[in-house]
């Protein structure tokens, strides 16, 4: 079956509105991150700014695919761009003459706004894809890599972004810059989205977000423990581990710490998401059937586990910030972020695989509240177990998640196996 021309297009446009949404993302988590922590904020401080960002991300997607299925995927876009804005020019109002205890409620006010901005974006993008793909020779897995992986590539280009700009321009010029980017570009979406994207229906109900699939279920079960191994150490333990080896503590040596940082976060996720973007080559989907990559999402899984296992041992062994230690953990975790990021690929497309077209933005939406739930403990986790235990706890801790949902994995079962049984 051929692609539709006016198909082709809303996917085009969908995954440069993406982009542009993930680009802004990455730049503003590593301004709050790197800003705040310069003003003194604790390892807990600095994970209850992203707190609510979480929060409101679950909450959002288990709203957001109703009112996608109810108003149009365009609609839930064109809004989650608009909130971007929104939250980027709030945060430029941020007064350093606050007291520590306001500056964090209203930074994770503001980041709650975001959360929500972000997740209304990514529930639409990916479930236009279900939509728009052509529907033989993996031309699913193949389009749902490209956007996925394209945007945590963008996202991981973002990072350094955030950093520079912090060191360039300072928190309030960085973050004005990007809101009146990213709305010249919402104009821009709003002007030229083709056709293709369904409009909606008014009949939706709420009660369909909650899927009886016992697939979807599992799926969103092991998403929750997959990015909440990756958040642990991801939000806040490595860039302070990271920071407290690089910087000297004078103003030049932040700035380079800012940008070394930086570009490590940048460096993980554009890896992330050249591998995500790959990953139907590396499995060679196009000629396996749909029970043989599930059970490679088992699989993977479980090689994943490996990695952070080591990792535990190595800063077991230094707990201390060393030279040595810290080459181990670069080299650790960009093996450690080509294998999650095999991981990931095989969800996002197992999800669209399990979910009917009629009920996509519903099964989307409540399989990444579970994402986003796996986001805030992993974020709770990152600042709570490194001020505990420093990072051997925070690594051992990503081990027993990974290990979780490796084990939740192996519960997925083959729908054409089931039916013929």
């Given at each position: 079956?051929?692609?539709?021309?006016?198909?082709?297009?809303?996917?085009?446009?969908?995954?440069?509105?993406?982009?542009?949404?993930?680009?802004?993302?990455?730049?503003?988590?590593?301004?709050?991150?790197?800003?705040?922590?310069?003003?003194?904020?604790?390892?807990?401080?600095?994970?209850?700014?992203?707190?609510?960002?979480?929060?409101?991300?679950?909450?959002?997607?288990?709203?957001?695919?109703?009112?996608?299925?109810?108003?149009?995927?365009?609609?839930?876009?064109?809004?989650?761009?608009?909130?971007?804005?929104?939250?980027?020019?709030?945060?430029?109002?941020?007064?350093?003459?606050?007291?520590?205890?306001?500056?964090?409620?209203?930074?994770?006010?503001?980041?709650?706004?975001?959360?929500?901005?972000?997740?209304?974006?990514?529930?639409?993008?990916?479930?236009?894809?279900?939509?728009?793909?052509?529907?033989?020779?993996?031309?699913?897995?193949?389009?749902?890599?490209?956007?996925?992986?394209?945007?945590?590539?963008?996202?991981?280009?973002?990072?350094?972004?955030?950093?520079?700009?912090?060191?360039?321009?300072?928190?309030?010029?960085?973050?004005?810059?990007?809101?009146?980017?990213?709305?010249?570009?919402?104009?821009?979406?709003?002007?030229?989205?083709?056709?293709?994207?369904?409009?909606?229906r008014k009949g939706a109900k709420f009660s369909e977000v909650f899927?009886?699939?016992?697939?979807?279920?599992?799926?969103?079960?092991?998403?929750?423990?997959?990015?909440?191994?990756?958040?642990?150490?991801?939000?806040?333990?490595?860039p302070i581990y990271f920071y407290a080896v690089l910087s000297d503590?004078?103003?030049?040596?932040?700035?380079?710490?800012?940008?070394?940082?930086?570009?490590?976060?940048?460096?993980?996720i554009i890896l992330y998401g050249v591998v995500q973007a790959n990953?139907?080559?590396?499995?060679?989907?196009?000629?396996?059937?749909?029970?043989?990559?599930?059970?490679?999402?088992?699989?993977?899984?479980?090689?994943?586990?490996?990695?952070?296992?080591?990792?535990?041992?190595?800063?077991?062994?230094?707990?201390?910030?060393?030279?040595?230690?810290?080459?181990?953990?670069?080299?650790?975790?960009?093996?450690?972020?080509?294998?999650?990021?095999?991981?990931?690929?095989?969800?996002?497309?197992?999800?669209?695989?399990?979910?009917?077209?009629?009920?996509?933005?519903?099964?989307?939406?409540?399989?990444?509240?579970?994402?986003?739930?796996?986001?805030?403990?992993?974020?709770?986790?990152?600042?709570?177990?490194?001020?505990?235990?420093?990072?051997?706890?925070?690594?051992?801790?990503?081990?027993?998640?990974?290990?979780?949902?490796?084990?939740?994995?192996?519960?997925?079962?083959?729908?054409?196996?089931?039916?013929?049984?």
């Open positions: 079956m051929s692609q539709r021309p006016e198909g082709l297009s809303a996917y085009i446009a969908v995954t440069a509105a993406y982009w542009a949404f993930m680009l802004t993302d990455g730049a503003l988590r590593m301004l709050v991150l790197l800003h705040f922590h310069t003003l003194g904020f604790s390892a807990v401080q600095l994970a209850y700014l992203f707190i609510l960002y979480e929060v409101a991300g679950m909450v959002t997607n288990l709203g957001a695919g109703w009112i996608a299925a109810r108003f149009g995927l365009t609609s839930t876009l064109y809004a989650g761009l608009g909130l971007q804005v929104v939250a980027l020019l709030a945060l430029s109002q941020l007064n350093p003459a606050w007291g520590i205890g306001l500056s964090v409620a209203y930074v994770m006010g503001v980041q709650g706004l975001s959360g929500v901005a972000k997740d209304l974006a990514k529930m639409s993008s990916k479930s236009a894809v279900k939509l728009l793909a052509p529907t033989t020779g993996g031309g699913l897995f193949r389009w749902v890599a490209v956007l996925t992986g394209s945007k945590n590539a963008v996202k991981g280009v973002g990072f350094l972004l955030g950093a520079a700009l912090l060191a360039v321009f300072g928190f309030v010029g960085a973050v004005l810059g990007m809101a009146i980017v990213l709305a010249v570009i919402l104009c821009a979406v709003v002007l030229f989205m083709p056709s293709g994207l369904p409009k909606g899927s009886k699939s016992a697939n979807v279920n599992w799926l969103s079960a092991a998403r929750v423990f997959l990015f909440g191994a990756r958040d642990v150490w991801f939000v806040v333990g490595i503590g004078s103003e030049a040596g932040n700035r380079a710490a800012f940008f070394m940082i930086g570009t490590f976060m940048a460096l993980w990953a139907p080559k590396i499995l060679r989907a196009n000629a396996r059937p749909e029970g043989e990559l599930i059970r490679a999402a088992r699989t993977w899984a479980g090689l994943l586990f490996v990695v952070p296992a080591a990792l535990t041992l190595a800063v077991a062994m230094s707990p201390a910030p060393e030279m040595w230690l810290t080459v181990t953990l670069v080299i650790g975790l960009l093996v450690f972020g080509g294998i999650f990021a095999v991981n990931s690929s095989l969800h996002s497309y197992l999800i669209l695989a399990f979910t009917k077209s009629e009920r996509v933005t519903m099964d989307v939406g409540f399989y990444y509240m579970a994402n986003a739930a796996g986001r805030l403990i992993g974020t709770l986790l990152s600042g709570l177990t490194y001020q505990i235990g420093g990072l051997p706890m925070v690594m051992g801790t990503a081990t027993v998640m990974v290990a979780l949902s490796a084990l939740i994995a192996g519960r997925l079962t083959d729908p054409a196996t089931a039916q013929t049984a």
